[in-house]
């Protein structure tokens, strides 16, 4: 966990912040895609060099 997620709590689930980004762009009124937003990962760096690792799947 990073320190802003320490300080602040990062507790929101994902589907919440994917809906919530699809939200911002849509009322941005640009013309631009909503679809990339499925493949947040995180807001963060996740480890060295930057590299956020892939999600475990079953």
Do not use: F
Not at 2 to 25: D, Q, S, W, Y
Not at 39 to 48: I, L, N, P
Request: charged fraction near 30%; proline fraction near 3%.
């Amino acid at each position: 966990m990073n320190k802003v997620c320490e300080l602040v709590g990062c507790t929101a689930p994902r589907a919440e912040v994917v809906a919530r980004l699809k939200k911002i762009v849509e009322a941005r009124h640009r013309n631009e895609d909503t679809s990339i937003v499925n493949y947040r990962k995180s807001a963060d760096v996740g480890g060295r060099g930057g590299l956020i690792a892939a999600p475990i799947t079953s």
